[in-house]
């Protein structure tokens, strides 16, 4: 008698849980998305904000209002919203009343390039990146000759400067004159040659030895050109 009372029991609580399922289907079935929230994670750059992600959505004619919680393909729309040029990576969740949520990590910029061919960026992973309409970070830029062929030692040489608090205030541009990059320092006005962008360890080392031994007696303004080309040299021509 108790195990016939058992199979009557669990069989019950199944029924009940196929009844609330139909009835979930079928209000799910009925039921329409609505947009709740869009979330942008901090970050130093502002490339991206709600009315943007906002104005991206209406452009590509992505309505909620009128799509069925059953017919909304979250996928979909993080692959949408992936494209936008200053969009890393995107997160869509809808709960089961429709409410959509929307978290938008934006793209970080680490250098411009702004060469005789283009103008854009180099992002955090060396890739290029467009130029945004409403935000302009302040960047090193790399101007000049710059092709394809020289983006990964441009970004290389950006890492190695932006984990220095003193190069990353100091260097303002690179520009690249066939073979030779020369470099403007934010203090003085000097022309500083660095060849190309091999042991650059060693040449920003020997440069800011220079900069420490002799800046403080010559004065910033004591010469045109610093020529970093040679071994283990740093020569300097007088103004």
């Given at each position: 008698?108790?195990?016939v009372?058992?199979i ?5 609580v ?20 609505s ?6 994670l ?11 992600v906002?104005?991206y959505?209406d ?33 869509v ?16 910029a ?8 283009d ?18 970070p ?25 984990k220095s608090e003193?190069w990353?205030a100091?260097i ?30 060693e ?6 030895e ?30």
């Amino acid at each position: 008698m108790r195990k016939v009372f058992l199979i009557l029991k669990w069989a019950s609580v199944l029924a009940l849980f196929i009844v609330v399922l139909s009835f979930t289907n079928s209000r799910q079935e009925q039921q329409f998305v609505s947009l709740d929230k869009i979330s942008v994670l901090v970050s130093e750059d502002n490339f991206v904000n709600e009315k943007i992600v906002m104005s991206y959505l209406d452009e590509n004619k992505v309505s909620f209002d009128s799509t069925l919680l059953s017919n909304f393909k979250a996928e979909e729309l993080e692959v949408l919203l992936e494209k936008h040029p200053s969009i890393e990576k995107v997160e869509v969740f809808a709960n089961q009343k429709g409410n959509v949520a929307i978290t938008v990590e934006q793209k970080k910029a680490v250098v411009r390039i702004k060469s005789i061919y283009d103008d854009y960026y180099l992002d955090e992973f060396g890739k290029r990146m467009k130029l945004s309409s409403t935000y302009t970070p302040n960047l090193l830029v790399v101007t000049g000759e710059v092709r394809v062929s020289n983006h990964q030692e441009i970004f290389d040489f950006v890492s190695l400067i932006n984990k220095s608090e003193f190069w990353k205030a100091q260097i303002t541009q690179l520009h690249f004159m066939g073979n030779e990059v020369i470099m403007s320092p934010r203090v003085g006005d000097q022309k500083i040659r660095f060849g190309c962008l091999v042991d650059v360890k060693e040449k920003l080392n020997n440069l800011y030895e220079f900069y420490k031994q002799a800046m403080p007696v010559k004065g910033w303004q004591a010469y045109s050109d610093i020529n970093l080309k040679f071994k283990n040299q740093v020569v300097c021509t007088k103004k």
